[in-house]
């Protein structure tokens, strides 16, 4: 009797361990799902920036003014509202990607802190004016948002460009 006794607390002992295991292993798992999304995500964040008409729409934008009036960015013709369109939905996607902890704040910031604070400049009263105009105040919202959350986070990055920062840097193997 003793015997079967014994083995049967080895036996629920050895059940504890394999569920306990099994839960390491399901953490590890997410944890590795959620690292590969992130990373398949920061792939995604890149290629948009890479795309041939998101170029030609950041330099017919950079160009412009600071605080162009809706107006004054209608008159330049419809290629510049295309282009302040996509600039504006580009960075929405961006945000909400952000906000959604599916990219994250720093990454987008290293990919496109300095320009995205640059189109903003050029692009808010646009904005404001699309917003009154349209009477929809969730226009490019996230856009602001994340802008609003580089310049919150932007000292050091703002005072030093990555050139600077990382000039000391090298590759670990």
Known sequence: MAN?????NIAEIFGAITIIGGAVFAIAQIREFRAQRRLAVTVELTRSFQNPDFADAINLIRDLPDGLSGSELRSKGPEYQRAAVMICTT???????????????????????????VLWRKLEGWTEHVREEQDQ?????????????FKRDSVQEETHPAYQRHADWRPRF
């Open 4 to 8: 079967l006794e014994t083995l049967a």
């Open 91 to 117: 960075y929405e996607t961006i945000a909400f990607l952000v906000f959604k902890e599916m990219a994250s704040l720093s990454m987008a910031r290293e990919l496109s802190g300095g320009i995205a604070l």
């Open 137 to 149: 105040p969730s226009w490019a919202e996230w856009f602001q948002w994340l802008v609003e959350q």
